[in-house]
């Protein structure tokens, strides 16, 4: 089992949707939570990160955690076309001493 | 404020030669992480530092990779003989306390011919 998995995609919507991105992990140690975006050919840049069960909103994106079942999820509310991207969800654990595990990321496309 | 900075962004190189990657990573920040991302493997940890100093070095894939990190500005990745499997984008990221957020460089784009 991958420690953090996320279905590749590509994930499509239409413009104007909410986009639903998905991410389990295997290590229960784990505290923080981070969505990364990455456009073709770019690095990857922080969206939001989240440590505790609930919900994060940040504009048009809410970060979701669950820690009893181990899923963390990316909803983009109004999706655009310039959100279209690889969306990698990352995990730390304290029990690794600060490495970041990242999944292998899930291909969004917005169809205008 | 500037970002993390890598160069080259693109190298080229034949096989067996050495090539040495660089990394500034933000200013004050005390984690330096050193990716490689192919369309296979995806995004892989290679090596981290905090201050200075290798923490983790378990996702070196051979002994033909290195890395120093001679002070707080400044970080290489060598591999020594490149090979066409090393060909990949490299990415340096940088974080404060190293629980935080990780700051990535634009990339050195590498292919070993």
């Known amino acids: 089992q991958k420690e953090v998995e996320q279905n590749s995609g590509p994930l499509s919507v239409p413009e104007g949707a909410i986009a639903s991105l998905n991410c389990t992990y295997s290590d229960r140690g784990s505290q923080s939570f981070f969505w990364y975006r990455q456009y073709s050919g770019k690095s990857p840049e922080l969206i939001m990160f989240i440590y505790s069960n609930g919900d994060k909103e940040d504009g048009r994106f809410t970060a979701q955690l669950n820690k009893a079942s181990q899923y963390v999820s990316l909803l983009i509310r109004d999706s655009q076309p310039s959100d279209s991207a690889t969306y990698l969800c990352a995990v730390n654990s304290y029990n690794q001493g600060g490495k970041l595990i990242f999944g292998q990321g899930t291909e969004l496309s917005v169809k205008p | ?113």
């Open chain 2, 1 to 113: 404020d500037a970002g993390v900075i890598q160069s080259p962004r693109h190298e080229v190189t034949e096989m067996g030669q050495e090539v040495t990657l660089r990394c500034k990573p933000i200013s004050g920040h005390d984690y330096l992480f050193w990716y490689r991302q192919t369309m296979m493997r995806g995004l892989e940890l290679l090596i981290y530092f905090n201050n200075n100093v290798p923490i983790d070095d378990s996702g070196m894939p051979e002994d033909r990779f290195s890395a120093k990190m001679p002070n707080a500005s400044f970080s290489t990745l060598k591999i020594q003989p490149s090979e066409p499997r090393d060909s990949a984008v490299y990415f340096c990221a940088s974080s404060s306390q190293g629980r935080d957020t990780q700051y990535f460089g634009p990339g050195t784009r590498l292919t070993v011919l």
